[in-house]
């Protein structure tokens, strides 16, 4: 069964800071990989989709890696600003065509 | 262009009553989905659809029932509403499914059932 893990749970950064967001997952059978934006009480918006055939994708100051050998993505944030504040999921697509979802990670970017 | 809407967005019911939450997607995409997000959970596939007039059991589909009798619009019912169903409900579309599209998500339902 395939697991994906983000870790921390919480992170909280001054802003301007770069940073790098962790996803793992357990099985590299994936046909890709997402990283979504959730706001307090709000849906997901989805960020980046990487196809497994892929090892990066870029958005302004986001830019996704894939290694899906190694069953690792990293979302860096460039510039961090307050507007970043939101919770950051993974969520990957295998080989049964479901998305996993991890459990988000929480970024606070301090004024 | 409105996405994924969802009604309501808000609802309280008591243990046992039913209820029907519904989404509605204008971007004529063929894959919808159910999420449930719960604290500590992440989010739980209940079900989905390929297709007008098909539905398929997700990760979570126990007391649950789906309905995709428009290719715009699929709904989510609870015949008996639980405690254990207190959650917020997403609903969600693709083009071309989880394989090659990104998804779309609605805004969300809150339900608590007391």
């Known amino acids: 069964k395939q697991e994906v893990t983000q870790i921390p749970a919480a992170l909280s950064v001054p802003e301007g800071e770069n940073l790098v967001l962790n996803c793992s997952f357990t099985d590299s059978a994936i046909y890709n990989l997402q990283w979504f934006r959730q706001d307090p009480g709000k849906g997901l918006t989805s960020l980046l989709l990487?196809?497994?055939?892929?090892r990066e994708q870029t958005s302004g100051r986001l830019n996704a890696s894939l290694d899906k050998s190694s069953g690792r993505s990293t979302l860096y944030i460039a510039a961090s600003q307050p507007g970043d504040s939101a919770t950051y999921l993974c969520?990957?697509?295998?080989?049964?065509?479901?998305?996993?979802f991890g459990k988000g990670i929480t970024l606070s970017v301090r004024p | 262009n409105a996405g994924v809407t969802q009604t309501p967005k808000f609802r309280v019911l008591k243990t046992g009553q039913s209820m029907t939450l519904l989404c509605a997607q204008d971007m004529n995409h063929e894959y919808m989905y159910w999420y449930r997000q719960d604290p500590g959970m992440g989010l739980r596939l209940i079900h989905y659809s390929v297709g007008e007039g098909t539905t398929a059991k997700g990760e979570v589909p126990d007391g649950y029932n789906v309905s995709r009798l428009k290719k715009q619009n699929f709904l989510l019912g609870l015949e008996s509403a639980a405690p254990s169903q207190t959650s917020v409900y997403f609903c969600?579309?693709?083009?071309?499914?989880?394989?090659?599209?990104?998804?779309?998500f609605g805004e969300g339902s809150r339900l608590t059932v007391l």
């Open positions: 969520a990957v697509t295998g080989a049964n065509s479901k998305l996993t």
């Open positions: 969600a579309s693709s083009w071309a499914g989880a394989i090659s599209g990104e998804l779309f």
């Open positions: 990487i196809q497994s055939s892929q």
